[in-house]
C-alpha cells in the first residue's frame, strides 16, 4: 500500500486540513495510507517516510528537502471551488468589482487565480490583502470567501466554502503511484461531478485514455458487429473497421458523432438505451444497439453495435434454434405475469426480493399456477440473467435417466452411453439458473446427491472421480406439501431445509378471482369482447381446479367453438336462468301494478293495453306471452280476467 502525506506548515487551520485528507480517500479510499504531519511539530532534518508529499504551495517544495531524500516525492496540490456554487459566482454582473477574501495572501491569490482559470474574466477581482489601504477597495460591495471573515464594508457575501483539492492533482497522485485500479478511476469521475474543472482539457484527455483502455478490453476487437464508442459529450473513442465501412467515416477520435449521424439518428442515440432497433440509415437497415458503458455504477460513455439486418437474422435463427433445442432460455418476466390480488402481490414481492440474491428458491402452488413462470421471471431479473437457465422435471424422468441428465456421464460409464460422454444439466447451467420442476417426485437416492450439490457447489458425473465445481442458482416446485412428504419418510427433511432458504407460494386462481377476465382477455385478445356478461359471470363463479393452466384451456375452447366448455357452461346456464326467473318477475309486478292503476274504472284494462302500456316502458312482450302470464296470475287469484270488454282487474 502506498503512503501519501499531506503537509502544512501548522495546525492553525486544521478544519482545512481535515477537508483536503478526506478529499485524498474519496477518491484514492484503500488503495493508499493517507496521513498529515506539520512542519512546525517536526524535529530539524527528521526524514519522513512516504511514497508521496502534497504541499499547498510552491515555496513549500524546497522547505522539504530536510524532510524526504528526493523532492521528485514532492508535488503541490492546485485546489478548486466546489461546483455547486458556480451558478451564484457566474450570476454576478458583468463589470463588478468583487473583493476575493482568504486567510492569507497566497491562498487569497490563488482563489483569485482559481476562479479566473474557471472563466470568471467577467468581473474585476480584487485580492484583499490585510494592510493595504482600505481606500482602494472603495466602492465594492461583494465578496466571495471561503468561509473567512469579510471587511465591514461588505454588504453581500458569496460563501465558496473551503476549496478541494483539483483533478489535476489527483491525475498526478495516481500516475505518480500507479494507482490505475477501476475503483479509483470511478470515483474520480464521481469526484469531477463535485467540483469545478480548471484544465478541462486534461481531465477530457484523461477520461477518453480510460475509456479506451477500458471498453476495448471488453469489446472484441474482430467482432461481425460494427462498433462504434462514444464519450459523454458523444464524441468518438474507438471505431472498428466494420462501424467504419458501415458510416462511411474514418477511426479518427474525439470526432462529435453530428458531423455524420442526421437528426433522426442523434435524437434516437440521445435516448434511453435500446436493443435490436431496426434503422434506416444512408439506403440500409442495420440492427442497432446502445449500451450504456459503467465503470462499476458510473456512466462513462456509451456503445452503438451495428449489424446489416441480413446478417442479423441468420446470426438470430440460428441462435433461437439452438438455444430451444437446448431448453437453455427464460423467455418469461415478471411483466408477463397478471398480478391484480393481494396474495399473488405478496409472492411477486418476495420473488422479487429473491431475484436480487442467489439464494435457492422453492416455489410451491397447485398445478396449473405458474410455477415456472415465476422461476424464469426470477432467472430474468437476477444478475444471472444472461446466463443459461435449465429447466427440467423430476417426475417425468426415471430415477436412472434423471440422474444422468443432471449430472452427466463419462464414456462406457453404463451400456448405451455416448463415446464422448456428456455434460449434465449441472454443468450446462454454469453461471446460470437450473430449476427444478416437482422436486417431490425425485428419489430418496438423487435427493442425497441433489444435497452435496447444494452444500458444497460441487458435482460428479457417472462413471467419475473427478470432482467438477459448479456456479448455478437452484430453484425448485412443487405441487405437493413437503412437510407431509417428511413425515411420510418420501422427503429428506435437511434437504428441504437447504431447498426452502427463500419459499414462495403462489396462491389457486380461485384465491384471485380478480385476475380471471384479466387473464381472459390476455388469452382471447379481441375475441374477449364476445363474451357475454352471463359468460363472465360464470367465469368468475366457476372453481378453476386446474387453475391458470384450465383457464387457458378454457380459453383455446372458446376460440374454437365460440362458447365455453360444457363444465364452466352448466354453471352459465344455471346463472341465465336464475337472471331469466328474475327478468320474468319484474315483468309480473310491472303488469300486476298497470291493472291495479286502472281496476278502478268500470272496464278495467284489456291485454292490447297492457302491451302498449309495457311499449312505453320499454318492454316487448308478444301476445301470446302476455296471455300466459295474465292466465298465471289469473290462477294465483291476483287479477280476474272479465269477459267482453270488461278488461283485466286486481283483486288485491
Excluded at 508535488?75 to 471551488?81: A, C, S, Y
Excluded at 480584487?126 to 471573515?149: F, H, R, S, V
Aim: proline share 2%.
Amino acid at each position: 500500500m502506498k503512503t501519501v502525506c499531506l503537509v502544512f506548515n501548522n495546525r492553525e487551520n486544521f478544519a482545512v486540513c481535515d477537508l483536503l485528507l478526506r478529499n485524498l480517500k474519496y477518491v484514492l479510499e484503500n488503495e493508499i495510507e493517507a496521513k498529515i504531519c506539520f512542519l512546525e511539530e517536526l524535529r530539524h532534518a527528521e526524514i519522513v517516510d512516504a511514497d508521496l508529499f502534497v504541499v499547498l504551495y510552491e515555496d513549500r517544495v524546497y522547505a522539504m528537502k530536510e524532510y524526504t531524500a528526493s523532492l521528485d516525492k514532492v508535488i503541490v496540490m492546485g485546489r478548486t471551488i466546489q461546483r455547486q456554487f458556480l451558478p451564484e459566482v457566474f450570476s454576478i454582473p458583468e463589470g463588478t468589482n468583487v473583493l476575493v477574501v482568504n486567510d492569507s495572501r497566497e491562498s487569497t491569490l490563488q482563489v483569485a487565480n482559481n476562479l479566473y482559470e474557471l472563466g470568471l474574466n467577467h468581473l474585476n477581482l480584487i485580492p484583499y490583502l490585510a494592510g493595504e489601504n482600505p481606500a482602494q477597495y472603495a466602492g465594492t460591495t461583494i465578496a466571495i470567501t471561503p468561509d473567512e471573515k469579510v471587511p465591514s464594508f461588505i454588504q453581500k457575501v458569496i460563501n465558496i466554502q473551503n476549496r478541494y483539492i483539483d483533478v489535476d492533482t489527483f491525475i498526478t497522485i495516481i500516475n505518480k503511484l500507479g494507482l490505475h485500479s477501476e475503483r479509483v478511476t470511478r470515483n474520480l469521475l464521481q469526484y469531477t461531478q463535485l467540483v469545478a474543472e480548471n484544465n478541462k482539457g486534461i481531465n477530457q484527455h484523461y477520461v477518453a485514455e480510460h475509456l479506451k483502455t477500458e471498453m476495448l478490453k471488453r469489446t472484441i476487437r474482430d467482432t461481425q458487429n460494427g462498433v462504434l464508442i462514444m464519450d459523454r459529450e458523444l464524441r468518438t473513442v474507438y471505431v472498428n473497421e466494420k462501424a467504419q465501412t458501415f458510416l462511411g467515416i474514418d477511426d479518427r477520435e474525439g470526432v462529435s458523432i453530428s458531423t455524420f449521424f442526421d437528426g433522426a439518428m442523434l435524437e434516437l442515440i440521445c435516448g434511453e438505451e435500446f436493443d435490436n432497433r431496426l434503422v434506416k440509415f444512408r439506403g440500409s437497415n442495420y440492427i442497432i444497439t446502445k449500451i450504456d458503458v459503467k465503470i462499476v455504477d458510473q456512466v462513462v460513455g456509451y456503445s452503438l453495435l451495428f449489424n446489416d439486418v441480413k446478417d442479423f437474422k441468420n446470426i438470430e435463427n440460428a441462435l433461437n434454434k439452438q438455444l430451444v433445442k437446448s431448453g437453455l432460455i427464460a423467455k418469461y418476466t415478471f411483466d408477463d405475469i397478471c398480478c391484480e390480488s393481494r396474495a399473488m402481490g405478496k409472492a411477486m414481492e418476495i420473488a422479487k426480493k429473491a431475484a436480487l440474491s442467489d439464494y435457492t428458491v422453492l416455489v410451491s402452488g397447485e398445478s396449473g399456477t405458474g410455477k415456472e413462470m415465476i422461476a424464469q421471471s426470477i432467472h430474468n431479473y437476477s444478475w444471472r440473467s444472461s446466463q443459461p437457465f435449465v429447466a427440467i422435471n423430476c417426475a417425468a424422468l426415471p430415477e436412472s435417466l434423471l440422474e444422468s441428465e443432471l449430472f452427466g456421464y463419462e464414456k462406457g460409464a453404463f451400456t448405451g452411453a455416448s463415446a464422448n460422454g456428456k455434460p449434465g444439466l449441472f454443468e450446462q447451467a454454469s453461471k446460470g439458473t437450473i430449476f427444478l420442476d416437482e422436486i417431490g417426485d425425485m428419489s430418496l437416492n438423487l435427493q442425497a446427491r441433489l444435497l452435496r450439490v447444494l452444500q458444497e457447489k460441487q458435482i460428479m458425473r457417472l462413471g467419475s472421480d473427478k470432482v467438477i465445481d459448479v456456479d448455478i442458482r437452484i430453484i425448485a416446485a412443487t405441487n405437493k406439501d413437503l412437510r407431509e412428504a417428511i413425515e411420510q419418510k418420501a422427503f429428506r427433511e435437511d434437504l428441504y431445509y437447504r431447498l426452502s432458504n427463500i419459499p414462495v407460494e403462489l396462491p389457486p386462481l380461485r384465491e384471485r378471482p380478480e385476475e380471471i377476465l384479466t387473464l381472459m382477455k390476455e388469452f382471447l385478445g379481441a375475441v374477449y369482447e364476445k363474451l357475454h356478461e352471463e359468460e363472465k359471470r360464470a367465469l368468475r363463479a366457476y372453481a378453476w381446479p386446474g387453475n391458470v393452466r384450465e383457464l387457458k384451456n378454457a380459453a383455446d375452447y372458446y376460440m374454437l367453438l365460440g362458447e365455453l366448455p360444457k363444465g364452466i357452461g352448466v354453471q352459465q346456464q344455471a346463472q341465465r336462468f336464475l337472471r331469466s326467473q328474475e327478468k320474468e318477475t319484474d315483468i309480473r309486478n310491472m303488469v300486476l301494478s298497470i291493472i291495479r292503476t286502472h281496476t278502478e274504472t268500470d272496464c278495467g284494462i284489456g291485454r292490447t293495453a297492457i302491451l302498449w302500456e309495457l311499449k312505453q316502458r320499454g318492454i316487448q312482450l308478444s301476445d301470446d306471452k302476455a296471455r300466459k302470464l295474465l292466465h298465471r296470475m289469473e290462477a294465483e287469484g291476483v287479477i280476474e280476467i272479465g269477459k267482453g270488454r270488461k278488461g283485466c282487474r286486481a283483486l288485491c
